[in-house]
């Protein structure tokens, strides 16, 4: 089955800029969607179609993607972007939905 | 923002069955919810999003993911715009809290409202 893989972990000091990175074999040939999930809540969408952003989400949080890797990418850190990230993919093979293991981001 | 109301936190016994629903909120959510897929993620305590798969209400095209299939059984009412997860035979393992999303795209590629989520847990 397709796996994503991700750090379980990121630290970054407030004001710095914070990367968060997804691999997997296939992820060239598809398109990467990106949660924010806070503590005893439901995710939110963040990022869609690698680097599209839903209306609401600050111009802060930015996608990219090169080869096998995309990455979630949050300029100028706050208290308040400390969450479990996760990326996901269409997985064009199954028609499956995949996510990944998803990352702990701790601002310091 | 507009998203689905699931309901709400269940005790079950071991070997028992649990149906959980999530139901859109809202005139303009709702007039359009029948027309998406509907998908269900699971997540235990600690863990991360397992996708369990989805159902498309106005097609009734309903797709489980293989760790799912078989135990898990996904319904929907187009009258009250409501889609159900049940899930037989509970094990300790199926301890979790369930969230519905809403696929957005043409395909449902990726989830743009999410319900509140559902804690199932399931004890002797």
């Known amino acids: 089955s397709y796996v994503l893989t991700q750090p379980p972990s990121v630290s970054v000091a407030p004001g710095k800029t914070a990367t968060i990175t997804c691999g997997g074999d296939?992820?060239?040939?598809?398109?990467v969607h990106w949660y924010q999930q806070k503590p005893g809540q439901a995710p939110v969408l963040v990022i869609y179609?690698?680097?599209d952003r839903p209306s609401g989400i600050p111009e802060r949080l930015s996608g990219s993607k090169s080869g096998n890797t995309a990455t979630l990418t949050i300029s100028r850190v706050e208290a308040g972007d400390e969450a479990d990230y996760y990326c996901?993919?269409?997985?064009?093979?199954?028609?499956?939905?995949?996510f990944g293991g998803g990352t702990k981001l701790t601002v310091l | 923002q507009v998203q689905p109301v699931q309901s709400g936190a269940e005790v079950k016994k071991p070997g028992s069955s649990v149906k959980v629903s999530c139901q859109a909120s809202?005139?303009?959510?709702?007039?359009?919810?029948?027309?998406?897929?509907i998908s269900w993620v699971r997540q235990a305590p600690g863990q991360g999003l397992e996708w369990m798969g989805r159902?498309?209400?106005?097609?009734?095209?309903?797709q489980y993911a293989d760790d799912f299939r078989g135990r898990v059984t996904f319904t929907a009412d187009m009258s009250t715009s409501t889609v159900y997860l049940e899930v037989s035979g509970l094990r300790s393992a199926d301890t979790a809290v369930y969230y519905c999303?809403?696929?957005?795209?043409?395909?449902?590629?990726?989830?743009?409202?999410w319900g509140q989520g559902t804690l199932v847990t399931v004890s002797s």
């Open positions: 999303a809403r696929g957005g795209g043409s395909n449902g590629y990726y989830f743009d409202s």
């Open positions: 296939k992820i060239g040939s598809t398109s």
């Open positions: 179609f690698d680097t």
């Open positions: 159902i498309i209400p106005i097609v009734g095209r309903v």
């Open positions: 809202g005139d303009s959510f709702t007039d359009s919810f029948n027309d998406f897929s």
């Open positions: 996901q993919v269409w997985d064009m093979i199954s028609d499956y939905r995949v």
